[in-house]
């Protein structure tokens, strides 16, 4: 526990400081154990952040911990499309034969910035931050780019705008079926009818939707 704990300490502080060495090694030595945890700990800081909203919902108990348990679902399948995406893009634009796979922890190790998550919450600036953690995180994603790929800044960048611009896009187009099918999910796993919206889903970590009852008052 202690060597994997501090496993998920490192590749953190090499993610959030934007240290080429978190990308280095993911093609010969992905750090699976500490990038799930960093995907726990992520669902764990926005889960912390918005638990008022869950107990006001009267979701307690066991039906918590299944709304944590599909919040990494959830969080781990949007990350999987994001990475789909971000390897497709920098295929057709370079020669590399980096793996999928790589792609994939490189997009969940990009997930460090979220650690942060539980403050998004705050009133007014709330907002502001979640931004900030967005910009962040494509940071992170843009200088593994450049090491996976071995491509200059401006490639990296390029291949990053158009990976991020495409998932807004197909999340967008997928909105309306996704919606239905994630709010069934919560549903279930939170024992109240919830309700999640596109915003949740644009967000890429639709961890605790609204009740369905207040979207109705609310629309």
């Not at 010969?28 to 995907?39: N, Q, R, S, W, Y």
Request: one cysteine or more.
């Amino acid at each position: 526990m202690g060597e994997w704990w501090a496993s998920v300490r490192r590749v953190l502080g090499y993610a959030l400081s934007l240290d080429p060495e978190a990308a280095t090694r993911l093609p010969t030595e992905p750090p699976v154990a500490a990038a799930l945890g960093i995907l726990a700990i992520t669902v764990g800081s926005i889960g912390i952040g918005h638990l008022g909203v869950l107990v006001l919902n009267r979701v307690t108990g066991r039906h918590i911990c299944g709304a944590f348990v599909l919040g990494i679902v959830v969080m781990a399948g949007a990350r999987a499309l994001s990475a789909v995406g971000l390897w497709a893009i920098a295929s057709l634009v370079t020669d590399a034969p980096v793996r999928l796979g790589t792609v994939f922890w490189l997009v969940v190790v990009a997930l460090a910035p979220q650690v942060f998550g539980a403050f998004t919450v705050v009133p007014h600036a709330g907002l502001f931050l979640g931004r900030v953690l967005q910009a962040w995180e494509l940071l992170i994603l843009f200088v593994g780019v450049q090491v996976l790929y071995d491509v200059s800044r401006w490639r990296s960048a390029l291949i990053v705008g158009l990976a991020f611009a495409a998932s807004q896009i197909a999340i967008r187009l997928l909105a309306a079926p996704g919606r239905a099918l994630v709010s069934a999910l919560w549903t279930r796993a939170s024992g109240r009818p919830m309700f999640v919206t596109a915003r949740d889903l644009l967000s890429g970590a639709p961890v605790v939707p609204v009740e369905a009852d207040a979207e109705r008052g609310a629309s």
